[in-house]
């Protein structure tokens, strides 16, 4: 049962355009979302995160926006740079079965910045 | 430098053997976390451990075990009753009270 989901597995743009990545989650006690990225052969990195309280969080080019009632969030990038070329994992936080905090994370999103 | 380190970065075992995967962190954080990465899939909780000599299955965790005896370690054990091991781990870190994790460089393990 995949909480999150990011149905798009690749998207190609072209450098200066925007990228929109999207993501979908059916848990409805996510309370925390983070977006991350991954270069080939190294661990994720924190890109950017939002609580659920808020709609939009915005940090120089990257902005997520939250849209609770439908359950999806969006990372939009803007303009993009053939160094943003990497997969972008969407993650959804909430509290697990063992009474702890757990992330979940989607499978994936391979973004291609076309010079 | 603060950090995490996973070694070694290219792991090889025989089938049927144990192998042990490092995972120290000198960020201070109480919360660590054992993922694996197959082709065309997310990131899948093997173990995680909110503080030491505690730690939670993730959602993976059959034929794995795990150990935190030092804040800064987390090794976790893939054991031959793990019936695919070959993957990508990657282990991470996080402060109390914030959701954000911090990963290492991960190990890649090829079972022969």
């Known amino acids: 049962d995949q909480q999150v989901k990011q149905n798009s597995p690749s998207l190609s743009v072209q450098e200066g355009r925007i990228s929109i990545l999207n993501c979908d989650y059916t848990?409805?006690?996510?309370?925390?979302f983070l977006w991350y990225k991954k270069y080939p052969a190294e661990g994720p990195t924190f890109l950017i995160s939002?609580?659920?309280?808020?709609d939009k969080n915005e940090d120089g080019r990257f902005t997520v926006f939250l849209n609770k009632s439908a359950k999806h969030l969006s990372l939009h990038i803007v303009p993009s740079q053939p160094g943003d070329s990497a997969v972008y994992f969407c993650a959804a936080s909430g509290v697990g079965s063992g009474g702890y905090q757990k992330v979940t994370f989607g499978i994936g999103t391979k973004l291609q910045v076309i010079p | 430098d603060g950090g995490i380190t996973q070694s070694p970065k290219y792991l090889f075992r025989k089938e049927g053997q144990n192998v042990t995967l490092s995972c120290e962190q000198n960020?201070?954080?109480?919360?660590m976390y054992w993922y694996r990465q197959d082709p065309g899939q997310g990131l899948r909780l093997i173990y995680y451990?909110?503080?030491?000599?505690?730690?939670q299955k993730g959602d993976i965790a059959e034929g794995y075990s795990v150990s935190r005896e030092k804040k800064e370690s987390f090794p976790l054990t893939v054991t031959s009753a793990q019936k695919n091991p070959t993957a990508f781990y990657l282990c991470a870190s996080s402060p109390t009270g914030t959701d954000t994790q911090y990963f290492g460089p991960g190990t890649r393990l090829t079972v022969l």
């Open positions: 848990n409805s006690m996510f309370d925390y």
């Open positions: 960020l201070n954080h109480d919360a």
């Open positions: 451990s909110q503080i030491v000599n505690d730690f």
């Open positions: 939002i609580s659920s309280i808020k």
